[in-house]
C-alpha cells in the first residue's frame, strides 16, 4: 500500500480540497490527477505517484490540507517502473516528496529501500497549477448536470457571465478550467456581434432578428471595412466610458471677421482658413491649462496618464466612414502650417491613404460638422482619450449688450426694468464637449468650456 501525500506546495498551508477526483476501486495510472486543492491564488491538481488501485480516501472536499496531509492510499502496481525511471531525489525527500509506503515492512533504512525492488515509483509528477484572480473565500458546492468544475472556477465563470454548462472543459474528465473559461471569453469576442455583450453576462437582451422583407422590398449593403473597424471601437466607448455632454458657444464675431481678412493670403498659399484651425489653436491652450482632459485612464484605474503632448486627432468625414487621423504638436504650429497639414490630411483619409501611425497618438480629439449644420450633437469620446470636442455650425444670433434687463437684486422677484443695453447680431459658434465622468467632473468640464468660449472670442489673446 502507498500513502500519497500533499507535496510541497510552497508557503501555502491549510488549503481547502475543493474536488476529489477518483473514487475508491478507481484504477489510476502515474500522473493521473487524484484531488484539486485551492489557495487563494490558484487551483492545484494532486497527481497520483503511482499507477494502481485507490484502496482507500483519506480526505473529503471541504477538508483543509497541508503539506505531507495523507490524501489517497494506492493499491500500487507489483510491477514498478524500473528503478532507473524513478526520480530518486522524490524517493529520498520523503515526505516531502508526496508519497510514502505506508506498510509496517516500509524500510526506514534508506538503503533497504532501494533494494525492494516492487516498491512502486516515487517519481514526482508536475503540479497542475492553475492561476486564479478570484479568492476563495465561498466556495460554492458541485451541482449536479453541470460539467465537473472547482467551485473556484464556478465563481469566476459567473463573474464573467460565462455559461459553464456551455464551456468544453480540457481539465481531467472534461473538467472545466480557469483557461476554459478564458478561451471561451475570448472566442465569443472574436464573434463579434450585438449578441456578445449578453453573452457575456451584461444584462443587454439581444436585439431581436426581425424578418423586414415581411414588409416592403429590402437591399442589403455591408458594410464598409472602416465600419467594421470604428463600429466596435464606438460601440466599446459607449459601453464603458461614462459620457456626459457640456453644451457652450463662443461669440466668434471677431474671430470670423480676422479669418476673412486673412483668407487672401491664405488662397495665395493655396490654403483654405477653416474654423476649425482656430478652434485647435484654442483647444491647446485650453488643455494647457486643464491637463486632465489630455489624459487617459491607467488600465488599473487607479491614476492618470497625461500626455505632455498635444497631438489633436480630427473626425474626417470620407464615403467609406469616419475615420480620425491626428495633426501632431499643435501647440508648435502656426494657422497657416496647420491648414496645410489638415488640407492634406483630409485629402490623404478621403483617398484611403493614411498610414496606421496617422491614426495614433492623439490626446483629444475634435469632430467638426459646423461645414454641413446642426446647433448641436452629444460626440462620443474616442477612448482611451478623457474628451471630444464637437463643432456645430456658426449662426447669427442675438445677443443683448448692457446691463441685464432683468433685476437679480430680488431673484425672486425678478422684473424686468429699463436699461441702455440691446440686441445686437452675433456670430455663435456652438460647440458641445463630451467627457469621461469617471475621470472629469462637470464643474472641471463647464470650466473648461468657459475658457474655450472666452479664447474663441479673443482672437488676438489666441494667436499673440
Ligand atoms: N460654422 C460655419 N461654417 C463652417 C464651420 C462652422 N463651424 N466649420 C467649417 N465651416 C465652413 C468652412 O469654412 C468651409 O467654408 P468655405 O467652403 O466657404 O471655405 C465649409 O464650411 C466646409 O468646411 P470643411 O468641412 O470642408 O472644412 P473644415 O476645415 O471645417 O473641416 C474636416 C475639415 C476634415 C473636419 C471636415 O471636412 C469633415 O470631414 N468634417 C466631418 C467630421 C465628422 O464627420 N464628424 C462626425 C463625427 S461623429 O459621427
Redesign the pocket.
Known amino acids: 500500500m502507498l500513502e500519497i501525500s500533499v507535496p510541497d506546495i510552497g508557503d501555502f498551508d491549510e488549503v481547502e480540497v475543493v474536488e476529489i477526483l477518483v473514487a475508491k476501486g478507481d484504477r489510476v495510472e502515474f500522473d493521473d490527477p487524484l484531488v484539486s486543492i485551492e489557495s487563494d491564488k490558484a487551483t492545484m491538481e494532486i497527481p497520483s505517484t503511482a499507477a494502481g488501485i485507490i484502496a482507500d480516501l483519506r480526505v473529503a472536499e471541504g477538508d483543509r490540507v497541508s503539506e505531507g496531509s495523507v490524501l489517497v492510499v494506492i493499491e500500487a502496481d507489483e510491477e514498478g517502473e524500473p528503478a532507473s525511471q524513478r526520480d530518486d531525489d522524490a524517493s529520498q525527500e520523503e515526505p516531502r516528496g508526496g508519497a510514502s509506503a505506508s506498510t509496517s515492512s516500509a524500510p526506514s533504512d534508506p538503503e533497504a529501500g532501494s533494494e525492494t525492488s516492487a516498491q512502486p515509483t516515487l517519481a514526482k509528477p508536475p503540479l497542475v497549477e492553475h492561476e486564479l484572480s478570484a479568492d476563495a473565500a465561498n466556495p460554492v458546492p458541485d451541482r449536479e448536470g453541470l460539467p465537473h468544475a472547482s467551485p473556484l472556477v464556478r465563481r469566476y465563470a459567473r463573474e464573467l457571465g460565462v455559461p459553464i454548462a456551455d464551456t468544453p472543459g480540457t481539465g481531467h474528465h472534461g473538467r472545466v478550467l480557469i483557461d476554459d473559461l478564458k478561451r471561451q471569453v475570448r472566442d465569443r469576442f472574436a464573434e463579434g456581434g450585438s449578441n456578445t455583450t449578453s453573452q457575456l453576462g451584461t444584462g443587454i437582451p439581444p436585439m431581436p432578428v426581425v424578418d423586414h422583407s415581411a414588409f416592403g422590398t429590402i437591399r442589403e449593403q455591408p458594410l464598409t471595412r472602416i465600419q467594421k473597424v470604428s463600429g466596435p471601437a464606438l460601440h466599446r466607448s459607449w459601453l464603458t466610458v461614462p459620457h456626459v455632454t457640456q453644451h457652450d458657444e463662443a461669440d466668434v464675431t471677431a474671430l470670423e471677421k480676422f ?1 476673412r481678412d486673412q ?1 487672401e493670403a491664405a488662397s495665395e498659399r493655396g490654403l ?6 482656430f ?1 485647435m489653436k484654442a483647444i491647446v491652450i485650453a488643455l494647457e491649462e486643464h491637463p486632465t482632459f489630455r489624459a487617459s485612464l491607467a488600465r488599473e484605474g487607479d491614476r492618470l496618464l497625461i500626455k505632455e503632448y498635444f497631438h489633436l486627432g ?5 464615403d467609406q466612414g ?1 475615420v480620425v487621423p491626428v495633426i501632431r504638436d499643435v501647440d508648435r504650429k502656426g494657422i497657416f502650417e496647420l491648414a496645410a497639414e ?2 492634406a ?2 485629402e490623404r ?1 478621403r483617398a484611403r491613404k493614411l498610414r496606421p501611425d496617422d491614426l495614433r497618438g492623439a490626446c483629444f480629439t ?7 449644420g446642426g446647433t448641436a ?1 452629444s ?2 469620446v474616442n477612448a482611451p482619450e478623457v474628451a471630444i470636442l ?6 447669427v444670433a442675438a445677443v443683448w449688450e448692457g446691463p441685464s434687463p432683468i433685476d437679480l437684486s430680488s431673484p425672486l422677484e425678478g422684473r424686468v426694468v429699463e436699461t441702455s443695453g440691446q440686441f445686437v447680431p452675433r456670430l455663435m ?1 456652438p460647440f458641445s464637449l463630451s467627457y469621461d465622468h469617471r475621470v472629469i467632473d462637470g464643474a472641471e468640464a463647464a470650466r473648461f468650456t468657459s475658457r474655450l468660449s472666452r479664447l474663441l472670442s479673443d482672437p488676438a489673446g489666441l494667436l499673440l
Open positions: 479669418r483668407r483654405k482658413l477653416s474654423p476649425l484651425l478652434v480630427i473626425a474626417v468625414d470620407t469616419l489638415l488640407m490630411t483630409a483619409a475634435i469632430s467638426s460638422l459646423g461645414g454641413i450633437f460626440p462620443i464637437g463643432l456645430s455650425k456658426t449662426k459658434l
